[in-house]
């Protein structure tokens, strides 16, 4: 009978083992290519690490950050007088200065030198710039600095562009973009030195715009 034709039945056999072999090698090729992104995405993984880890290395050596060795120290007097101060640096960066401190933030014209070395003593930092300082590093200064525990006025007289001043610490800068000025600050305010960290930086005198970005 046709329904026992041997020849049907193979061909029947063999359609159905290239089916078969078709559905394997299309199972295979599936695996290969999730094995293969499997790879790349380890691969790229890897990558990112050590990517990471060299940024983190080159952060930290050393030789990147800023130069702080034209840094000046002084030693100076501490404690409150009710009189002016004649001091020994301009600005002063520390000394005999007034019971009541300058509050910390952003001023536009010049300042009690007793009442800013008050907040120095509080660990604030005290960035002066020359009067005619173009508008655009003024506000760069201002928004470079924290929004606690920095002072900004201009200085009439000033032997550089911008000085930076901290307790028994000061640097010379060479305008707002010199890259020492965030080094200073990171080292000196709030820094070692300071004789009284952590006191009061507001509810002094005057009356400033904040600092920061």
Request: aromatic share 6%; glycine share 8%; with cysteine.
């Amino acid at each position: 009978m046709a329904g026992n034709n041997p020849a049907r039945k193979n061909s029947k056999a063999g359609t159905e083992r290239r089916a078969l072999v078709a559905e394997m090698q299309a199972r295979e090729r599936s695996r290969d290519r999730r094995r293969t992104v499997a790879l790349w995405g380890s691969i790229t993984a890897v990558v990112a690490a050590i990517a990471i880890a060299v940024t983190v290395v080159v952060t930290r050596e050393p030789g990147n950050e800023p130069d702080l060795s034209a840094v000046s120290t002084f030693t100076v007097k501490q404690g409150h007088v009710d009189t002016p101060v004649t001091y020994a640096q301009s600005p002063p960066a520390g000394g005999e200065h007034s019971p009541v401190w300058l509050n910390c933030g952003a001023y536009t014209a010049p300042v009690s030198n007793e009442n800013a070395v008050h907040a120095l003593e509080h660990g604030a930092v005290w960035v002066t710039y020359r009067p005619d300082l173009p508008a655009a590093q003024v506000t760069a200064l201002r928004q470079s600095l924290p929004s606690t525990y920095a002072l900004l006025s201009p200085f009439t007289g000033l032997k550089a562009p911008v000085v930076v001043s901290a307790w028994g610490k000061q640097l010379v800068l060479t305008g707002a973009d010199d890259t020492r000025l965030s080094a200073f600050v990171k080292a000196y305010r709030q820094g070692p030195q300071t004789p009284e960290p952590g006191a009061a930086c507001s509810g002094g005198t005057g009356n400033p715009a904040p600092t920061g970005g």
